[in-house]
């Protein structure tokens, strides 16, 4: 009788873990904007400073993807080519606008910079080396990154949580702004630095499964305990 019944108790407290563990489901793009290829190609080049929020349909500085915002509801994700390809000293912000961020969940936001650069007055052209540049990312506001002395292609691979920068079903804002720089170690700021392309990812938090087959495998689990016990 005392086997029975501290294996009746065992069953209990395995049951009530079985069916109070949490698990979280796999990560899930949000969104993706351009292909990873090393390169801008499906973007178009920067034609100076657009002040928000832009439009979904023209080549400004906010980059809207389908959903609804105070603008109006998007249908469709917009054209890749209206994205500016690069964040430059005279064009430096890049805003996108997005939807599809529902309770707990675990963020990974990827930006991958490439072909940075500067722009030589003097010489009418291109300079030699990348410069140097920083950059800053906010997500509805709240700053998740402030770099500096960026000199090359760099992946940028951003965890955080949906709570700590206030992300909502409806519409959320990314904006990257290249906040500075150096273009060949005198001071001067003619820079750019360009995007590969940007993603966001989620994984929902823990929740409680519903209990199911995993129960029952621990009931004949102890079942057969039980068996080999009573022999």
């Known amino acids: 009788m005392k086997v029975i019944s501290y294996l009746t108790h065992g069953i209990a407290i395995l049951l009530a873990i079985a069916i ?3 698990h979280s489901s ?8 351009g292909n990873d290829d090393g390169s801008q190609g ?4 920067e034609n100076g400073p657009q002040a928000g929020p832009g439009a979904a349909d023209v080549r400004d500085d906010d980059y809207y993807f389908a959903g609804t915002y105070a603008i109006g509801t998007v249908v469709a994700d917009e054209d890749w ?3 500016d390809r690069a964040i430059a000293n005279n064009d430096p912000t890049n805003r996108l606008h997005f939807n599809g961020i529902a309770g707990n969940t675990d963020l990974t936001l990827t930006v991958d910079l490439i072909a940075a650069g500067w722009w030589d007055g003097a010489a009418g052209a291109a300079g030699a080396g990348t410069g140097t540049h920083d950059v800053s990312i906010d997500f509805n506001g ?6 500096t002395g960026i000199v090359g292609n760099t992946l940028l691979e951003l965890d955080f949580t949906s709570a700590s920068v206030n992300a909502v079903a409806g ?7 290249r906040t500075g720089g150096d273009s060949k170690g005198d ?9 590969d392309h940007i993603s966001l990812d989620g994984t929902p938090g823990a929740v409680i499964p519903e209990p ?8 004949a689990a102890f079942g057969m305990v039980l068996v080999r016990r009573r022999r």
Do not use: D, H
């Open 142 to 147: 709240v700053n998740i990154l402030r770099q």
């Open 42 to 45: 499906e973007f178009s080049q």
């Open 171 to 177: 519409e959320n804002i990314i904006e990257i702004t």
């Open 26 to 33: 796999r990560a899930a793009y949000i969104f993706t904007l």
């Open 20 to 22: 109070l563990a949490p």
């Open 187 to 195: 001071g001067g700021n003619a820079g750019w630095i360009q995007f």
């Open 81 to 83: 080519k209206n994205f």
């Open 212 to 219: 199911s087959t995993g129960i029952l495998a621990l009931l």
